[in-house]
């Protein structure tokens, strides 16, 4: 048998090496590469996907949230709230504007930010006198947060929402697609992420004509009309047309790549779900499915002797983010983040891309299940 990759992007490459090849040659013979025609053609093609009026590609997923913090025309001292249990990026750009993070735990279950826990931690803020002024949510190994849940509590408390999709792109709650779920969603083309390209790259979808149009300068350094008349301060922020070339193959992909996931979790979880705790999915929800995770008590043994029979696994994320050393000095909710605290110690996640064929996925699940099963004993 084959070393068995956790994400394995090479799979993904040769079924498609050929239209890379071809659309990877096409941009080094146009030579724009800078903002070329892909970019432009991935953009509308991105849209239609996912139904948001308008894409605006960028950078990163990092600066992607940057993007979208700016229409919301954050401030210094602006208070907005993020879950506990994510990747750094979610939290680092409010930083960069002097903003503060306050940190809200997630759900044991869903691993998603606690709807109670959220509106404890506003109603603690208020009485401390921290400025609110939104929410940031991730939709976390590739479910959408209960946005239902959350848009109830944001509007009654006057809060905006950005949705970090960097996990969740492709995914959908009651059939409505991950970039429209909220005013603004941003996500991250990283390699590994669900959609990669190979490079960085990202983006960000909205419905509102005023943001989309100060995006698009923004990211080229606040441009006006006249493109030496900037007339705002922006960034460098655009994504190259050869990783939207890239892209515009893989997205050609994407849809049958999710529906491969998805099989592939519901085969983990028929097969796992009488001894651990599988993932779980809200009322309608599809999970792009960015990671497979598990929550096992005695993680770390288990994840030894996974790895003994080769089968690899990760741990996303061994440490809170509130906890870290950057950010331990931010707020939190009332009580703290034990969810997270307790989820950074418990979770697993298994190989998860759609070029796992069945006998790779029984014999991932065959090796778990006798571990699970003996050190349970
Ligand atoms: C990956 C990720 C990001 C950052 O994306 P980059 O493209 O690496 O900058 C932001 N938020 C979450 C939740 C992520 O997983």
């Not at 529906?259 to 779900?273: E, M, T, V």
């Amino acid at each position: 048998m084959q070393p068995i990759q956790f994400i394995d992007l090479k799979a993904q490459q040769k079924n498609i090496r050929q239209k890379l090849d071809i659309a990877i040659q096409k941009v080094l013979d146009h030579g724009i590469y800078i903002m070329g025609p892909e970019v432009k053609e991935l953009e509308a093609k991105l849209s239609a996907f996912c139904g948001a009026k308008h894409t605006i590609s960028c950078s990163n997923g990092t600066d992607a949230i940057a993007f979208a913090l700016m229409c919301k025309n954050i401030k210094a001292g602006d208070h907005v709230l993020v879950p506990s249990f994510t990747f750094a990026a979610t939290a680092e750009v409010l930083a960069w504007f002097d903003a503060i993070p306050v940190f809200v735990d997630v759900d044991l279950k869903t691993f998603n930010m606690c709807p109670n826990h959220l509106e404890a931690t506003i109603i603690d803020a208020k009485k401390k006198g921290q400025r609110l002024t939104g929410i940031i949510t991730v939709d976390l190994f590739g479910q959408p947060v209960d946005y239902e849940a959350i848009n109830k509590i944001a509007q009654h408390h006057d809060l905006w929402i950005i949705d970090d999709a960097a996990q969740g792109f492709g995914g959908s709650l009651k059939g409505q697609k991950v970039g429209t779920l909220a005013e603004l969603t941003t996500t991250s083309f990283f390699p590994a992420k669900p959609l990669g390209c190979y490079g960085d790259g990202g983006a960000i979808f909205t419905d509102n004509d005023e943001y989309a149009a100060l995006m698009r300068s923004i990211r080229v350094h606040g441009q006006g009309s006249d493109k030496y008349d900037n007339v705002r301060i922006g960034m460098n922020g655009r994504l190259d047309t050869i990783q939207a070339a890239i892209l515009l193959e893989k997205l050609a992909i994407f849809a049958e790549e999710l529906k491969k996931r998805d099989q592939i979790a519901q085969r983990y979880s028929n097969a796992l779900k009488d001894c651990i705790q599988t993932p779980h999915l809200i009322d309608g929800a599809f999970s792009a499915w960015a990671q497979y995770t598990l929550v096992i008590p005695n993680r770390d043994e288990v994840a030894q002797s996974l790895k003994e029979v080769g089968v690899p696994t990760f741990v996303y994320y061994p440490m809170p983010l509130n906890l870290q050393t950057a950010y331990k000095h931010y707020p939190a909710g009332p009580n703290g983040t034990p969810n997270a605290e307790k989820l950074a110690k418990q979770v697993l996640s298994l190989p998860m891309h759609p070029y796992l064929d069945e006998k790779t996925q029984d014999y991932i699940i065959e090796q778990t299940r006798t571990i699970l099963l003996k050190k349970a004993a």
